[in-house]
């Protein structure tokens, strides 16, 4: 199994998983490989480090007197415990930052009714009294939301999650 850190155009940073590099070589060749926060196909493979079992370097560092300062392990790819420690901690805000967002698109898409590519459209009929008010969410292009807010329409831009229309598998 061969996971690595993609980047797309955007700036998305995701990560991917391979059964091999020939096998991401081929995906990408394909244009499988998507951004899964906008749908980009412009995915480049990031320089990563390796996956590291870092729990016996936790144990090292606990046990390592103070006063001794933390030394890189030799062989050039490996981490501190320090370095490690951060590195923990990184993958952890990752992690629960990657968690808060699943949830407010959860609370976003549960309160909101899905309008689509009608959004800018249905925005001016709620503001001009001639739909319900309610809470709507779609698509629009950055022309669109520029125009309903010079017309005094307030829209917020989310980044909205892409969901793959067939299995990954």
């Known amino acids: 199994m061969l996971v ?13 998983w391979f ?11 394909r244009g499988l490989v998507t951004c899964p926060i906008c749908g980009g196909h ?9 996956r590291l079992n870092v729990s016996g370097m936790k144990e090292a560092a606990q046990a390592a007197p103070a006063s001794v300062p ?19 901690t990184a993958q952890d805000v990752a992690r629960a930052l990657r968690s808060m967002y699943a949830e407010l698109v959860r609370e976003v898409a549960s309160r909101t009714e899905d309008v689509g590519e009608r959004f800018a459209e249905e925005a001016r009929r709620i503001h001009h009294g001639e739909a319900p008010e ?36």
């Open 134 to 169: 309610r809470g709507i969410r779609g698509q629009a292009s950055a022309e669109e939301r520029e125009a309903l807010a010079d017309e005094g329409i307030e829209v917020m831009a989310l980044p909205w999650p892409v969901v793959p229309k067939s299995s990954l598998q």
């Open 42 to 50: 412009e995915v480049v493979r990031r320089p990563s480090a390796p």
């Open 70 to 88: 933390d030394a890189s392990v030799s062989g050039g790819g490996g981490l501190s415990p320090e370095g490690a420690r951060h590195a923990e």
């Open 19 to 29: 059964g091999s590099a020939d096998d991401l070589a081929d995906q990408q060749a």
């Open 4 to 16: 690595v850190d993609l980047h797309c155009a955007l700036g998305h940073d995701f990560e991917g």
